[in-house]
């Protein structure tokens, strides 16, 4: 049996110091290999923990099985499931965690680079953490609470767990994804051998959030064909795709219809990259809504905005390109509201007052509600993500650690 018992904390902070940034210009799976040395770190500790069906496979996925400690052999079986990779907006290399012992409200200038400041102003939620024990990184790079703070919760759960056989539950998996942040989580999840019925991901933000609502989500590839000239003797010759593709982004509203301009429910079209030259040039869009419909909207708009800037270039031609991402896991979550009940009536017993809330944004659970697994998103304390600022709370990784030991036993006892 448990041969390491490392506290919540300890295997937060081992964690984030394993670099696993996911490279989004990568075809390989995992994008970046470097994501396998946190899955073989799991994967030993999971077995150390006395779990003996534990697999680690070609594609760096970790499963895990804790069996069920109930009478009734009728029980669903119930997944936790966190992404072990980092977003590449931010350096994860190099992390050095830092331990902010009961935070008393005043700013947070970080040691690496002193311009990082974390204060209450821009941070409001720190507001209501003083008193904790706050985890920040050195100013350098992203902390990786998002999300090796998911991760740590569900190795905490599983310690506790098993060290306490008479909390009956019934039969729980565990799995680990790479790639949450470019989009392929379950890019090669196999849905048979995680064998689960429900599950949740621990990826959320805020103490007591419970998200079962998210974007729906595209991509658009916009490629656009110029006329090749010398740009000697181009006078009424060259169609400039570079410059075509900018005047096409500048074309798009300025007061609307951006992430910079939207919130709550309000959809966007968001321009990622732009790249290419004389020639050719491409730009890259995400598309989000909330309600799926709104997509093909969307989508129809953006390119009447781009014909009419084409109209102007007789000899240019263009291509636009949708490739579908996730879509709201709303859609399937309405059909079975007990699984977001439960959670809500597991943070009640846990001491926690629930905040049903919606992601702006997707978590592998979008996916995986419509690939058979019902998986709505609990908190897990992951503030300021994708940043040098991100930062989270212990004791709100713990309370997320009494939600999960609660709603475990809930299933168990309305035994569906």
């Not at 009536?345 to 996916?367: E, F, H, L």
Request: proline share 5%; hydrophobic share 35%; glycine share 6%.
């Amino acid at each position: 049996m448990q041969s390491k018992n490392y506290t919540l904390e300890e295997r937060f902070i081992k964690y984030v110091q394993i670099d696993t940034t996911a490279d989004p210009n990568s075809a390989s799976f995992p994008s970046s290999m470097k994501q396998k040395d946190l899955a073989q770190v799991l994967y030993n500790e999971l077995k150390d923990l006395g779990i003996n069906d534990v697999e680690m496979d070609q594609w760096g996925y970790i499963y895990a099985t804790i069996p069920s400690t109930s009478s009734n052999s009728n029980l669903p079986t119930i997944c936790f499931c966190s992404h072990m990779d980092t977003a590449p907006d931010c350096s994860g290399t190099d992390v050095k965690p830092i331990v902010h012992r009961k935070y008393n409200g005043d700013p947070i200038t970080l040691p690496d680079d002193t311009t990082q400041v974390i204060t209450t102003t821009k941070h409001p939620y720190l507001l209501e953490k003083i008193g904790d024990d706050i985890i920040t990184a050195s100013g350098l790079t992203l902390l990786g609470a998002d999300d090796k703070a998911g991760i740590a919760i569900i190795m905490d759960f599983a310690n506790y767990i098993i060290a306490n056989p008479t909390i009956p539950h019934g039969p729980i998996r565990i799995l680990f994804t790479p790639d949450e942040e470019v989009g392929r989580g379950v890019e090669q999840l196999d849905m048979k051998k995680l064998n689960a019925d429900y599950g949740y991901t621990l990826d959320g933000a805020k103490l007591g959030e419970i998200e079962d609502e998210s974007f729906s989500a595209d991509a658009v590839k916009v490629t656009i064909h110029g006329v090749s000239a010398h740009p000697g003797y181009a006078k009424n010759k060259m169609q400039n795709a570079l410059k075509i593709a900018a005047e096409f982004i500048t074309t798009l509203p300025k007061d609307k219809w951006s992430p910079e301009t939207t919130e709550h429910r309000e959809g966007f079209v968001h321009p990622m990259t732009i790249e290419g030259g004389l020639e050719t040039a491409t730009v890259t869009f995400i598309i989000r809504d909330h309600l799926t419909e709104k997509l093909t909207e969307y989508e129809n708009r953006l390119e009447s905005i781009l014909k009419m800037v084409m109209e102007q270039y007789n000899g240019a031609s263009y291509e636009f390109e949708i490739t579908e991402q996730y879509r709201n896991m709303k859609e399937v979550l309405r059909s079975v509201p007990f699984v977001t009940d439960y959670a809500i009536q597991a943070m009640g017993k846990a001491g926690i007052t629930a905040k049903p809330t919606i992601i702006r944004g997707g978590t592998d659970g979008s996916r995986l509600s419509f690939m058979g697994l019902p998986c709505p998103n609990i908190f897990t304390g992951e503030m300021a993500i994708h940043s040098r600022h991100e930062y989270v709370s212990i004791q709100d990784m713990q309370k997320a650690v009494k939600t999960l030991v609660e709603l475990v036993q809930i299933w168990e006892q309305h035994k569906n």
